[in-house]
């Protein structure tokens, strides 16, 4: 049995087990408002790094931090299981993009990038972070007026970006489990996901440096993987999808 049947089998149970970590971080009640917890300390170990940004709606609401920290908790458990990847298992780590320490990590996590926004230190780290070879998720928008400050905000660091849509030849998709189909619904709205991407010198034969989940929530499938009321196969495609976006960030 090859390494992805064998992933593909064990990834419903790997799901289940998520209940621990779970527990572990309190059930449902959501970090959102609470201070996040503690960055570890840079060991060499693949960690998690979720960007932390100032909304521009302001509030209680951080909108960085839906779905953390269990998403990643959660995550980095399957991540744990399926692959070679010897992940960090306590925690993720948080950073502004004006941060030095970020360039010790190579794929950071934009949730709720129609809410972004950049100051001019941070577009200057966030270019140069890509220039240094790293990896961008975005997760966890939808509708146009998301996608219209998604984007303004990236052509702030990258001006002659190409965002273009991919579909299920892209190589992203095949890194690690064999992704057949990108139909996917966002677990809320009720629209299909699309999947974008963006490429190093705008050539698509170059590597991928941005991953974009538009109309979808991939961060809250992970969230609520253990609770059941999310639908299990759109949590395990969910799961499939980060693991090969890790997976082929870490080895392009």
Sequence with gaps: ????????????????????VAQQFGGR??????????????????????????????????????????????????LRELTTIKPRFDGGNIYSFDEPEMYKYPIAYVSEPGFWTL???EIVGLRKYLLKGGFLIFDDFADAYEWQNFEARMREVLPNANIVQLDVTHPIFD?????KSL????????????????????????RLIAIINFNNDVGDYMEWSDEGFLP?????????????????????
């Design 1 to 20: 049995m090859t390494v992805r049947r064998v992933a593909l089998a064990v990834l419903g149970l790997t799901i289940a087990a998520t209940v621990v």
């Design 175 to 179: 890194s690690f489990f064999h992704i």
């Design 119 to 121: 100051s001019e230190a």
């Design 29 to 78: 009640n959501r970090n959102r408002g609470r201070d996040p917890l503690p960055n570890a300390s840079y060991d060499g170990r693949y960690t998690f790094f979720r960007v932390r940004f100032e909304p521009y709606t302001g509030g209680r609401d951080l909108k960085w931090d839906h779905d953390y920290p269990r998403a990643e908790s959660h995550f980095m458990k399957i």
């Design 183 to 206: 139909e996917m619904q966002h677990p809320y709205r009720g629209v299909m996901a699309e999947f974008w991407g963006i490429f190093e010198d705008n050539d698509p034969s170059k």
């Design 232 to 252: 299990i196969d759109l949590s395990n495609e969910a799961y499939k999808l980060s693991v090969n976006y890790v997976v082929y960030a870490l080895t392009h």
